[in-house]
């Protein structure tokens, strides 16, 4: 996730999500590089006044499974009246994958939903995953916490 | 459709002669595509001419440097900004940073809701590979002025659409039909002629809700449509209900798309809808 913050605010550690340029054009910093005090001291002379970095340095599991759980159900009322549409059943399991912060399953989810197979098709395997989530969520987040720390 | 019939069309219907004022197109847009008509006109001076207007090419560069269009180097004057993006990209740009209060002040959320749409259609676009990705976008951008146009004018019937779209889930321009008897996609068009918008930008302000209807860019109608819809989904904006619309089934097949499209897509849009809330106050 990408948040836009002032330089004034930036902390060393964060990562820039854009690279970062002069207004002629001259490159200061790339994508991906880690922001040092030495570098907001130098974007401050620069006059640039805020930049992107990559938002999830420092959420919380429980922050991210709030904003999850957020996300799960303005999702639900959000696709209401078009659950039997099929494609838009897949937007909205992308966007559920997205929101657990889990890309390969969605990949996975999308390419088998893509599939001719009838077992591709079989909506109640995928409505049974879709009613309980979180058993599976908590393990999988508690996994990657526990690798974070 | 030539303009007169649909106006015929429109006034026939119960409330819409009330809509006294419509919009004056912005003085400054008016001035660009009079000097235009000219073809000895140069870049040059439509960017003198934009850039008279301080604030108005402050909001535009604003909208020029932002993660619309992602550019790798900034855009510093007007001139560039035309060289760069195209001479109808900035028009849209100049129409929209001049309408911006006026989208503010009708409804909380629908300036929201049109970045975020004009941000999914170049997404939409630039993944198909098209070439015209930041005039797409500005379809997007535009797409929804009609009900702008509606809560400037009917603020009474406006309220008991609101009441609708809350008490019986109805999306907002069923409601409106309900109320209206036509609705801000119909109004949009007008809008657009009104202004003496290319018939590519009007016709996604009339047919976004019915892409399959489309003649004349029926891809550009298509996109913002799916557009319409990612947005909604992400919860971006409020257009004036929080649900998903139908997908037109002409519109997903007319652009080739695939459900596998939605992952490229979505990773593309959602740092760019998170950079946009920056644009969420132009001034
Ligand atoms: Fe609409
Ligand atoms: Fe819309």
């Known amino acids: 996730m990408v948040k836009r913050i002032a330089v004034d605010l930036a902390k060393p550690g964060q990562v820039l999500a854009e690279q970062i340029a002069r207004q002629d054009g001259v490159l200061l910093a790339s994508q991906g590089s880690e922001v040092s005090d030495a570098l907001i001291r130098m974007l401050q002379r620069q006059n640039i006044d805020s930049i992107a970095i990559e938002e999830d340095e420092g959420r919380t599991f429980e922050e991210i499974q709030a904003a999850y759980q957020a996300d799960v159900t303005r999702m639900n009322e959000a696709f209401i009246r078009v659950e039997a549409d099929p494609i838009l059943h897949a937007l909205k399991k992308t966007l559920i994958f997205m929101s657990m912060q889990e890309r390969d399953k969605a990949l996975a989810y999308l390419e088998l939903s893509e599939s001719p197979s009838p077992e591709a098709k079989d909506s109640d395997s995928e409505e049974a995953k879709e009613e309980e989530p979180f058993a599976k969520e908590v393990t999988l987040n508690s996994q990657k916490r526990g690798k974070g720390k | ?283």
């Open chain 2, 1 to 283: 459709m030539p303009p007169t019939v649909i106006q015929d069309r429109i006034s026939a219907k119960k409330e819409v002669r009330r809509i006294k004022n419509l919009p004056t197109v912005p003085g400054i847009v008016a001035k660009i595509s009079r000097i235009v008509e000219n073809p000895e006109t140069s870049v040059a001076e439509v960017g003198r001419l934009i850039s008279q207007d301080q604030v108005l090419s402050a909001k535009v560069l604003r909208m020029a440097n932002s993660a619309f269009f992602g550019m790798s180097r900034k855009i510093n004057t007007i001139p560039q900004a035309l060289i760069i993006l195209g001479f109808e990209v900035v028009k849209g740009l100049v129409l929209t940073s001049s309408v911006f209060d006026m989208i503010q002040k009708s409804m909380a959320g629908l300036w929201e809701h049109s970045i975020g749409c004009a941000a999914a259609s170049g997404v939409i676009a630039a993944h198909l590979g098209r070439d015209d990705a930041e005039e797409v976008l500005v379809a997007g951008l535009l797409h929804d002025l009609g009900k702008v146009v509606l809560a400037l004018n009917l603020p009474e019937e406006m309220r008991l659409v609101k009441e609708k779209v809350e008490n019986e889930h109805l999306y907002f321009y069923e409601a409106e039909n309900q109320v209206l008897d036509f609705d801000h996609a119909e109004i949009g068009q007008w809008l657009a002629e009104h202004w003496n918008l290319p018939e590519s930008l009007a016709e996604p302000m009339r047919l976004h809700h019915k892409p399959e209807k489309a003649v004349l860019k029926p891809e550009w109608c298509a996109i913002v449509h799916i557009a319409d819809i990612i947005t909604r989904a992400k919860g971006f904006g409020n257009a004036g209900d929080m649900m998903v619309p139908p997908l037109s089934m002409a519109a997903w097949e007319i652009l080739g798309l695939k459900k596998t499209d939605f992952l490229p897509i979505m990773e593309k849009l959602e740092p760019k809808l998170n950079s946009l809330k920056d644009l969420t106050a132009l001034n």
